[in-house]
Each structure stands twice: as C-alpha cells, then as structure tokens.
C-alpha cells in the first residue's frame, strides 16, 4: 500500500523559508514522477514543482520558479520541496503526489497517489 506523508509546514513571515518533506513507502518509485500541488481556501488544486525519481529532472510552476527548489533523496524515499523568499499568496495546503508516468505531468488527475497535505500560512 502506498503511502505519502508530508511534513514541515507551518507559520512563516513574508520572505521566510520553509521545507516541506514527503516520506514515500509502499513500493519502488523509481519509475515515478513525484510532485508538490497546493490548494488555497476556495481555490482549486494547483501545480507546484515536480521531479522524475529517476534521473531527477525537475519542473516548475511558473509561480514558483525561482524561488521553490524540489530534489528528492533516494536511500530515504523521500521528497523535499524547499521554499523560499515566501510570499501571503503562498498560504495554502500543500500536497504530495506519485505518478506512474515516465514523463513529468502537471495535471491532478494524472496522479496517483496523495498525501494528506500539509499547511503552510505566509503572514504579510
């Protein structure tokens, strides 16, 4: 049985940082895309970055690029989501995410597998 479960969020003031964790279990992810989405309050889910466990090229939101970094660390199954310079417009639910994709993807329903999400509050 997989299983995704995210850690690290929290309060942080505008500028601060945050990194958010993913222990990954249940199967080998190698073939996987791993990726974070967020969702603020009466908003749908968005994409945030993603990373391919094998190779681990990486893909950004546009929102986030610069300022949000995703690796992952394969001996701990486990993904990080390093953000950065954080912004109010930042605050939201934060999620993991697997896919059975050789490519990286970017939309909800190709994602197979959820974590329970993690909350991350940007005050101005």
């Known amino acids: 049985q997989v299983q995704l479960v995210e850690s690290g969020g929290g309060l942080v003031q505008a500028g601060g940082s945050l990194r958010l964790s993913c222990a990954a279990s249940?199967?080998?992810?190698?073939?996987?895309?791993m990726a974070w989405f967020r969702q603020a309050p009466g908003k749908e889910r968005e994409f945030v970055a993603a990373?391919?466990?094998?190779?681990?090229?990486?893909y950004y939101a546009d929102s986030v690029k610069g300022r949000f970094t995703i690796s992952r660390d394969n001996p701990k199954n486990t993904v990080y989501l390093q953000a950065n310079s954080l912004k109010p417009e930042d605050t939201a639910v934060y999620y993991c995410?697997?896919?059975?994709?050789?490519?990286?993807?970017?939309?909800?329903?190709?994602?197979?597998?959820w974590g329970q999400g993690t909350q991350v509050t940007v005050s101005p």
């Open positions: 249940g199967r080998t992810f190698s073939s996987y895309t």
């Open positions: 990373i391919r466990w094998s190779g681990g090229s990486t």
């Open positions: 995410a697997a896919a059975r994709a050789i490519m990286i993807v970017t939309t909800v329903g190709k994602y197979d597998y």
